[in-house]
């Protein structure tokens, strides 16, 4: 069995999916950014205004081939940019099955509002660098993901088990 890793747009609720996904499959759960936040004594946030997003990227990328070495299975939550270099892609593929979250603006929008945790969002206009840039990664995370699921108005439980069914009915690469 291949480690299983959830991909997509920030607030798609990769975190929130993974962890109930690691519960019902009962194996480890891990979440990038908080490998990198542990690893780096420092937020995010600290580390895009203080490094820059391409240090940060690098640190991603360092996350991903020490979990190539681990041989235990798990759920993994990938940080949204994570895909976005190729080298990742490459590396999530010898590694996991991976599955992308599908969510729209106006989920973000929604579960997003308050939160001024996320360096990427930052700006005056958080509706239209949200609509950017789900526009420029959604044909990235397709292409990176063996399957999509939609998230859009759906319950936790009811995500889990269509992720549940595509695993243990082969279904992985039908997108």
């Given at each position: 069995?291949?480690?299983?890793?959830?991909?997509?747009?920030?607030?798609?609720?990769?975190?929130?999916?993974?962890?109930?996904?690691?519960?019902?499959?009962?194996?480890?759960?891990?979440?990038?950014?908080?490998?990198?936040?542990?690893?780096?004594?420092?937020?995010?946030?600290?580390?895009?205004?203080?490094?820059?997003?391409?240090?940060f990227?690098?640190?991603?990328?360092?996350?991903?081939?020490?979990?190539?070495?681990?041989?235990?299975?798990?759920?993994?939550?990938?940080?949204?940019?994570?895909?976005?270099?190729?080298?990742?892609?490459?590396?999530?593929?010898?590694?996991?099955?991976?599955?992308?979250?599908?969510?729209?603006?106006?989920?973000?929008?929604?579960?997003?509002?308050?939160?001024?945790?996320?360096?990427?969002?930052?700006?005056a206009?958080?509706e239209?660098?949200?609509?950017?840039?789900?526009?420029?990664?959604?044909?990235?995370?397709?292409?990176?993901?063996?399957?999509?699921?939609?998230?859009?108005?759906?319950?936790?439980?009811?995500?889990?088990?269509?992720?549940?069914?595509?695993?243990?009915?082969?279904?992985?690469?039908?997108?």
């Open positions: 069995m291949k480690k299983l890793v959830l991909i997509g747009y920030m607030g798609a609720g990769k975190s929130t999916v993974g962890q109930a996904l690691s519960e019902q499959m009962q194996v480890s759960f891990m979440d990038t950014d908080c490998w990198i936040e542990e690893k780096q004594g420092r937020c995010i946030s600290d580390i895009f205004a203080e490094d820059g997003e391409d240090y990227r690098k640190l991603e990328t360092d996350c991903l081939k020490e979990l190539l070495e681990q041989k235990e299975n798990g759920v993994i939550s990938a940080g949204g940019g994570l895909p976005l270099r190729e080298e990742n892609r490459e590396l999530l593929r010898k590694m996991a099955y991976i599955v992308y979250l599908q969510v729209s603006k106006e989920t973000v929008l929604e579960r997003l509002k308050g939160d001024s945790s996320r360096p990427l969002l930052q700006v206009d958080r239209t660098r949200i609509a950017e840039m789900i526009q420029v990664r959604h044909p990235i995370y397709l292409e990176a993901a063996d399957t999509a699921v939609e998230v859009d108005g759906r319950e936790v439980e009811e995500i889990v088990k269509e992720i549940l069914d595509l695993f243990l009915n082969g279904g992985f690469g039908k997108k």
